[in-house]
C-alpha cells in the first residue's frame, strides 16, 4: 500500500497572498491531481499530470499554479488569495492508465482571512 | 457545464431499506464511470465502478445499473446500514482521458 501526505492541514493566509499546498505521494504512481471542494458541492479539478514534467489544467485553473517538481510530489499554488476560496484542496494520484482507481489525499483546508 | 448531474443532493432512508442514487451525464464519450463514498472529515474512496459493456455491477450490497441508451445510472445500497451514510459522488472519464468528472454528490443518511 501507500499514503499521499499532503501539507499543511490547514493553511491561514491573508487576502492577497500567495499561498501554497504541497503533496507527495509513494505509490510510484505517474498521474496526480488536484482537486477543491467546497462545502456541499462535488470535487472540481485544478490541475492534473499525467507523468512527471507534465501539466494540465482543469476546468477550475484560473487563479492557481501548480508544479510537478518530481514522480512523488505535485504543489499547487494559489496565486492570489480570496475569501470566496476556503475550500478543502484534495491531491489524489493513479497510474498512468485511464479508468483507474484515484486515491486521495486527506485534504488541506484554506482559510482566506 | 455540468457535465455529471446527481439526485438527489441528500437522502434518507431507514435501516434495512434500499437507498437508491442517481446520477446523469452528457458526455457520450464517457465510458467508466466510479463511485466514491466520503465519510465526514475523510477523503473519498472508491466504492464501484462499471464501463458500459454491462447495464449492471454488483459488489455486495451495493449496485450499479446502468442504462446507455438514457445516459443514466444508479447506485442501490440495499439493507442500509448506519455505517453507509456518507457522501457519495458519481464520476466519469473515457479512455485515453485522465480528467474525472465529479458529480455534486448526494448526501445519505440511513437512520437506525
Known amino acids: 500500500g501507500g499514503i499521499i501526505t499532503q501539507t499543511p492541514k490547514f493553511l491561514i493566509g491573508q487576502e492577497g497572498q500567495k499561498l501554497t499546498l504541497k503533496c507527495q505521494q509513494n505509490?510510484?504512481?505517474?498521474?496526480m491531481y488536484w482537486y477543491r471542494q467546497d462545502s456541499g458541492k462535488g470535487l472540481r479539478l485544478i490541475y492534473y499530470s499525467i507523468t512527471e514534467n507534465d501539466l494540465q489544467k482543469g476546468d477550475l485553473s484560473e487563479g492557481y499554479d501548480a508544479s510537478r517538481e518530481k514522480k512523488s510530489s505535485f504543489s499547487l499554488t494559489v496565486t492570489s488569495a480570496q475569501k470566496n476560496e476556503m475550500a478543502v484542496f484534495l491531491c489524489?494520484?493513479?497510474?498512468?492508465?485511464?479508468?483507474?482507481?484515484?486515491?486521495f489525499g486527506e485534504g488541506s483546508r484554506l482559510i482566506v482571512v | 457545464q455540468q457535465q455529471v448531474r446527481q439526485s438527489p443532493q441528500s437522502l434518507t432512508v431507514w435501516e434495512g431499506e434500499t437507498a437508491i442514487l442517481n446520477c446523469s451525464y452528457e458526455n457520450s464519450a464517457f465510458d467508466y464511470f466510479p463511485w466514491y463514498w466520503q465519510f465526514p472529515r475523510e477523503s473519498p474512496a472508491l466504492l464501484i465502478a462499471?464501463?458500459?459493456?454491462?447495464n449492471k455491477k454488483e459488489d455486495g450490497r451495493f449496485t450499479i445499473f446502468f442504462n446507455k441508451r438514457e445516459k443514466k445510472l444508479s447506485l442501490h445500497i440495499t439493507d442500509s446500514q448506519p455505517g453507509d451514510s456518507a457522501t457519495y459522488f458519481c464520476a466519469a472519464t473515457n479512455t485515453g482521458n485522465y480528467k474525472y468528472v465529479f458529480g455534486a454528490g448526494t448526501r445519505l443518511k440511513v437512520i437506525a
Open positions: 489524489a494520484s493513479s497510474i498512468m492508465i485511464s479508468g483507474n482507481t484515484l486515491y
Open positions: 505509490f510510484n504512481h505517474d498521474t
Open positions: 462499471i464501463r458500459p459493456v454491462s
